[in-house]
């Protein structure tokens, strides 16, 4: 794992070199190991950068590399996992090195661009100068677990593995997106491929993009869809029996952990107790002759610690496990580093305890496997199934009765309806009486009888602030795979929809944004087998039975779990990996939140219509509503343009907003 960065389109320049290195310096927490940097003072072109050491840990490793031929020259960000086997397929070749970067870099000289990126295995970004064809090629994984942003600033063509760099770049356009903003009002992240500055994107995942020139329009190509995957996998229906298809499942599931389990460092895996993280670890220390490293979290507050959780499958499973309990304090200390981390406004507050597991496991190794994915793949999560749910009984009432509930619901704020839920507790069923913040619920409920269809339920059920463009001013939501039906994957399951959209969008932008920030900001690799490509195309022929039943997910990948752990270790209710914003921001944040969301403050700086914000602010501190995901978006990025401003300022650069 490493960070890229670099340019195109400055000919003439003195000083090219030194300008790439003191954006690739950005990202030394990417790279701690080397740095190097790889310059075309003719073209206007350098590569630059740092290096976390993997695999080969020799000077073979270097980059920028140059290829045997001289041709082409790449900046690299990842691991391609079948380097070995694509090595066997290409012709003799010298190797200087065992590097998965020089196996790539001689695949596109022999094979071309599409072609490698074809048969590479892997996650990735990266940077390629041809010197023959003067061009410059941009690509990143099928999923998008690495990132790489891009665009143009004064006419030059910039990319970099996250924005810090392009913010050292001379004269960088440090404009505010406000159609971006917007975005992230609803999501808690900003989609791709919009960043939240002007001119500067995100690549898709699954593409690549060549410049001959910065006045070249960058039009990504793609060389492997989910749309593609998806529709092909309902196309082509597994049409074995259950244990065929868990069989099945769990071979592919081993090759796949096998094949990332391969380092010449120490490495290890996140185990947070969950069924996903399990099944990874049960996988590792099924084909591993020593005990697997593993890392949890553990909170002393019961209702967010699943660290006893971990330790029993670490027990059972034979792992030499290490876990790390955190106060809230400690927690809280995160909350500062969090615009420096992630870079851009990013609202997902399971970053904090993701950086603390990732804080904790880089102690001890150097790669650390994830169970991310199995959610979006299999079926994880409550919306799929519940929120299909709610629509199919709200269908069965009238128009006018939808109302008449709606408004009989929200009638009563959220505090009144816990103080109800909490006097009726011992009278409820046993699956409801501890339900947490009932009364949000309630009123979530309400929005999804108002909802009228499907993809409508599911916009809602996504949706944080649900009028994004009438909060941040002067903006204009954009077009999102979420929010334009013509985008959905063409099929009769709504389930399988929800599923597919946030392959596309949730998975990509948010989850493995939060994990590759923050395990890279303790230089820290992190790997996602369920992220394998024929995992992933599998998951999509597999029938909706074998992935939801008796409302709940993860039918298939749970079987697999029962051959490595017993049953009754796993079965509990389904927990976050959260903490508790909504009390902290009554307490110990309230001082720092009041001055974030100070009404004269956010009208000087006119990003936000104040209104909305300080009666949700109101309404949280008085206890009656719990709005910590809404207010949490607007702190976030009311916290990461204070240190934009901050940094501007002590570099002496000019500030600009998109009003400017």
């Known amino acids: 794992m490493c960070g890229i960065t670099g340019f195109m389109g400055y000919p003439g320049s003195p000083g090219l070199s030194a300008k790439a290195r003191a954006m690739a310096d950005t990202l030394v927490h990417r790279g701690p190991d080397d740095s190097g940097v790889w310059t075309d003072e003719q073209a206007g072109v350098s590569l630059a950068h740092r290096r976390l050491s993997i695999l080969d840990l020799s000077a073979a490793g270097h980059q920028p590399m140059v290829s045997a031929s001289g041709r082409h020259v790449i900046v690299f960000n990842g691991e391609i996992y079948n380097h070995l086997e694509l090595r066997k397929k290409l012709d003799p070749v010298s190797w200087r090195g065992h590097s998965d970067t020089e196996t790539l870099l001689e695949a596109i000289d022999a094979w071309g661009i599409r072609r490698a990126l074809e048969e590479s295995t892997g996650m990735f970004a990266f940077a390629l100068w041809d010197r023959k064809e003067r061009t410059l090629t941009l690509a990143r994984d099928r999923i998008g677990e690495k990132p790489l942003y891009y665009g143009r600033t004064g006419g030059v063509i910039v990319f970099a593995s996250e924005l810090k760099a392009l913010r050292a770049f001379p004269g960088f356009n440090a404009s505010i997106n406000r159609d971006a903003l917007a975005l992230f009002m609803r999501h808690n992240y900003i989609p791709a491929p919009w960043s939240i500055y002007e001119g500067i994107f995100k690549l898709p995942p699954g593409t690549f993009t060549t410049l001959g020139s910065p006045d070249d329009p960058a ?53 947070s107790g969950g069924f996903d993280s399990s099944l990874i670890v049960a996988l590792m220390q099924a084909q591993s002759s020593l005990p697997v490293k593993t890392f949890t979290i553990g909170f002393h507050e019961e209702v967010y610690n699943e660290a006893v959780h971990a330790e029993a499958v670490a027990r059972h499973l034979g792992t030499e496990h ?17 615009p420096t981390l992630y870079d851009e406004p990013f609202g997902d507050s399971s970053q904090i305890p993701t950086f603390l597991v990732s804080e904790l496991a880089r102690r001890h190794v150097t790669v650390s496997l994830s169970g991310d994915g199995g959610d979006e793949l299999f079926g994880g999560y409550n919306r799929y199934f519940r929120g299909m749910e709610l629509y199919r009984h709200a269908n069965r009432f009238s128009d006018t009765l939808r109302r008449k509930l709606t408004r009989a619901v929200t009638l009563l704020p959220p505090a009144a309806w816990n103080r109800m839920f909490a006097l009726m507790r011992p009278l409820l069923p046993s699956r409801l009486r501890n339900a947490s913040s009932p009364g949000t619920k309630l009123h979530e409920l309400a929005k999804i009888l108002d909802s009228h269809t499907p993809e409508a339920i599911y916009l809602s059920l996504l949706s944080h602030w649900h009028d994004p463009a009438s909060l941040v001013l002067h903006s204009r939501e954009p077009e999102t795979a979420v929010n334009v039906p013509g985008r959905w994957l063409d099929c009769r399951s709504h389930e399988y929809r929800m599923m597919y959209l946030d392959l596309v969008t949730y998975l990509p932008d948010d989850i493995l944004v939060k994990v590759d920030r923050a395990a890279m900001a303790v230089s820290l690799e992190t790997r996602v087998p369920f992220l394998d490509h024929s995992i992933v195309e599998f998951s999509w022929r597999l029938p909706l039975s074998m992935k939801i039943r008796s409302n709940q997910g993860k039918w298939v990948l749970r079987r697999v779990l029962d051959r490595y752990v017993p049953r009754e270790i796993m079965e509990r209710p389904k927990m976050g990996f959260g903490v508790p914003i909504d009390l902290w921001l009554r307490g110990p944040l309230r001082e720092w939140a009041e001055t974030l ?29 719990n709005w910590q995901y809404l207010l949490w978006d607007v702190l976030m990025f009311q916290a990461w343009h204070e240190a934009q401003q901050t940094q501007a300022t002590e570099e002496h650069q000019p500030w600009r907003t998109a009003d400017a």
Not at 220 to 245: I, K, N, V
Not at 598 to 623: A, V, Y
């Open 219 to 271: 039009r990504p190509e793609t060389y492997w869809s989910a749309r593609h995957a998806a529709l092909s996998g309902l196309e082509d229906p597994f049409f074995g029996d259950e244990r065929e298809a868990i069989d099945e499942l769990e071979n592919i599931l081993k090759r796949a952990v096998r094949g990332q389990m391969l380092s010449d460092v120490p490495l290890g895996a996140f185990l």
């Open 322 to 338: 290490t876990e790390l309990y955190v106060t809230p304090k400690e927690c809280q200390a995160v909350i500062p580093r969090l």
């Open 597 to 625: 969301l100070n009404e004269s403050r956010l009208k000087s700086e006119g990003f936000f219509n104040p209104d909305p914000i300080r009666e949700k602010w109101t309404e949280h501190l008085s206890g009656r509503s």
